[in-house]
């Protein structure tokens, strides 16, 4: 089992960055990809960035050029630092580790760009 907790959401204006976080526990030698995802209301989850256990990154166009993800294997976090926000970026922001043959989830944490 991997255990996943994110933080740093919150409320900002377009235009602005923030920062997410999140801490990963439990049998974390099983992860091979740490992704965020993104669900906005009456939307389906979204995939927003990957990053592999060499640091190979991923983004779809969407997001590609203001979101940037990066991984501590010392202190077993992966962050998502998010420039630019637009409107269209508010979501729940979801932590997720891939092994071989499951998914881990986090809880979520919101993040909302106001106009």
């Known amino acids: 089992q991997v255990q996943l907790v994110e933080s740093g959401g919150g409320l900002v204006q377009a235009g602005a960055s923030l920062g997410l976080s999140c801490a990963a526990s439990g049998n974390i030698d099983i992860v091979i990809y740490m992704r965020w995802y993104r669900q906005a209301p009456g939307q389906q989850r979204e995939l927003v960035a990957t990053?592999?256990?060499?640091?190979?990154?991923n983004y779809p166009n969407s997001v590609k050029g203001r979101f940037t993800i990066t991984r501590d294997d010392v202190k077993n976090t992966v962050s998502l630092q998010m420039n630019s926000l637009k409107p269209d970026d508010t979501a729940v922001y979801y932590c997720?580790?891939?092994?071989?043959?499951?998914?881990?989830w986090g809880q979520g944490t919101q993040v909302t760009v106001s106009s």
């Open positions: 997720n580790a891939r092994s071989r043959d499951r998914n881990f």
């Open positions: 990053i592999d256990t060499h640091g190979t990154t």
